[in-house]
């Protein structure tokens, strides 16, 4: 069993940045591929960036490629996602997933364990 916390999330403007935080608890944090992804209202929840268990091998979203920076901490049981260059649709609740097998890290349906969500709104 994997809990997940995000924190980080806010109002902010175009242009600017903003770090997401995910706080895993359980047992071997480092044995799950970790995710981030993002819901719009009125969207279907879309794969935004993955990391896998030693983050040898990280993923993108070609919509954030560039501008988001996946990060893992297997020490504190921490996933991070730093932000940059944010535009207004990259507005949405963010959520952080754990995926036990990390077979096909972009699909929903992958992971096992989510967490509730935080709401990054960005003004023009």
């Known amino acids: 069993q994997v809990h997940l916390e995000e924190s980080g999330g806010g109002l902010v403007q175009a242009g600017d940045s903003l770090r997401l935080s995910c706080a895993a608890s359980?047992?071997?944090?480092?044995?799950?591929?970790m995710g981030w992804f993002r819901q719009a209202p009125g969207k279907e929840r879309e794969f935004v960036a993955a990391i896998l268990w030693s983050a040898g091998s990280i993923y993108y979203a070609d919509s954030v490629k560039g501008r988001f920076t996946i990060s893992r901490d297997n020490a504190k049981n921490m996933v991070y996602l730093q932000m940059n260059s944010l535009k207004r649709e990259d507005t949405a609740v963010y959520y952080c997933a754990a995926d036990r097998w990390g077979a096909a890290v972009r699909t929903t349906a992958e992971y096992d364990y989510w967490g509730q969500g935080v709401q990054v709104t960005v003004s023009s």
């Open positions: 359980g047992r071997a944090f480092s044995n799950y591929a």
